[in-house]
């Protein structure tokens, strides 16, 4: 498995300000995701960070809304822009490990409410 | 692209009673399936996964999962469920490395 840490745990932030997340892993690792996980629903797929080139982002998601940053191959962060109470949501990010390279394992999150 | 579809939005079910959490896929083609769990205010956590090889999987907790490639279907069973196991179930199948996940399963166990 891995461990993973974010910070912050949860915040609660006002309209039109941004939030940066961090995600730390236990060890070195190609790939990692961010996800969002509205109220009430699933994870979806916001980006494939890989260190060493721009992140990938899913249809939905553009980067000028969430840019990532990826300096290393152990830390990563996600930054929520321009907010709105829309972007109340947990935020997690994961990485791959096991034998195939298919396994995800996630972070506690983030608990974003904007209001 | 592929979809998984949880059957139950929420599951009752009495403490010591059997459980089945039903997860339909999409694709026919080799597929990696995965359930998580999510306890109240925590982050999720893997419960066991289908890579190949034998279509029953053993995961932690005491779960387990089938995997049946002509149903495309992964439920999640366990024979006697515990207070402990009230949470959110995820079924998830690879796309890639990503992972596309259900819309999720609320287990509630009752004493």
């Known amino acids: 498995s891995a461990v993973i840490s974010q910070k912050p745990s949860r915040d609660i932030c006002q309209r039109g300000t941004s939030l940066t997340i961090q995600c730390q892993v236990d060890?070195?690792?190609?790939?990692m995701f961010w996800y969002r996980q509205q109220p009430g629903q699933s994870l979806t797929l916001i980006a494939t960070a890989n260190q060493g080139s721009e992140a990938t982002y899913e249809s939905g998601f553009v980067i000028d809304k969430f840019p990532i940053s990826r300096p290393n191959l152990t830390f990563s962060t996600l930054t929520v822009s321009n907010m709105s109470p829309e972007d109340s949501s947990i935020y997690l990010c994961?990485?791959?490990?096991?034998?195939?390279?298919?396994?995800?394992?996630f972070g506690p999150g983030t608990r974003l409410t904007v209001t | 692209a592929q979809s998984v579809t949880q059957l139950d939005s929420q599951v009752p079910v009495f403490e010591e009673a059997p459980v089945e959490l039903r997860c339909n896929y999409s694709?026919?083609?080799?597929?990696?399936l995965f359930w998580y769990v999510q306890y109240p205010n925590q982050g999720l956590q893997l419960l066991l996964k289908y890579l190949s090889g034998s279509t029953l999987v053993k995961g932690i907790n005491g779960f387990e999962a089938e995997f049946n490639k002509s149903q495309t279907s992964f439920h999640l069973r366990k024979p006697s469920v515990h207070i402990s196991d009230t949470a959110e179930y995820f079924c998830a199948v690879s796309e890639g490395n990503k992972l596309v996940f259900g819309a999720g399963t609320i287990l509630r166990v009752k004493s």
């Open positions: 694709s026919s083609v080799s597929v990696y």
């Open positions: 060890s070195q690792v190609t790939m």
């Open positions: 994961s990485v791959v490990r096991g034998e195939r390279g298919y396994e995800q394992y």
